[in-house]
């Protein structure tokens, strides 16, 4: 067997046992219910909700039913983006749909990602929402927001 073949078998097992490894699951708390309620109703609700606790919030790039954020803004001011890239403990965002189910129900789908990290120079990760950040605690704010609860 040829002296050069070895290393390059070796290689190419290494290479495949890597990529037949299951791929990451990803920590997205989500929450779905129908509202009692129009679409443009709940669409501005949510909104309102998400702009209110800190989150910049802009649609969906081909569907006016996706509303995405960035990260939570944690605090006002220029020292905000040091909190969400290096010196903070969480960090959050959110991705909802709303669809039209008929004239008087909407459907509204809310999903949470949130990353933490143990210490200042240690990575981002992702982890479940704590409470505070939870889905089921948006859909209940905008729920409140419709006059719903």
């Known amino acids: ?15 495949m046992t890597g990529c037949m490894s299951n791929p990451p699951v990803r920590l997205v708390d989500t929450t ?4 009692a309620a129009p ?16 989150y910049p919030v802009r649609e969906g790039p081909d569907d006016d039913r996706i509303v995405m954020t960035g990260y939570r803004r944690e ?33 509204l789908t809310i999903s949470v990602f949130y990353e933490s990290k ?10 479940t929402a704590p409470p505070h950040r939870s889905a089921s605690l948006q859909l209940r704010s905008v ?7």
């Open 75 to 107: 605090m006002k001011g220029l020292w905000d983006w040091l909190l969400k890239s290096r010196f903070g403990v969480g960090r959050s965002k959110i991705d909802a749909t709303v669809s039209p189910e008929s004239e008087d129900t909407t459907r």
């Open 39 to 54: 679409f443009d109703q709940v669409k501005t609700a949510l909104v309102s909700i998400l702009s209110t606790d800190g």
């Open 118 to 127: 143990d210490y200042l120079w240690s990575r981002w990760r992702e982890t």
């Open 32 to 35: 779905e219910t129908v509202l």
């Open 1 to 15: 067997m040829n002296v050069m073949l070895i290393p390059a078998l070796l290689c190419s097992a290494l290479l």
């Open 143 to 149: 729920k409140r927001a419709l006059g719903l609860l």
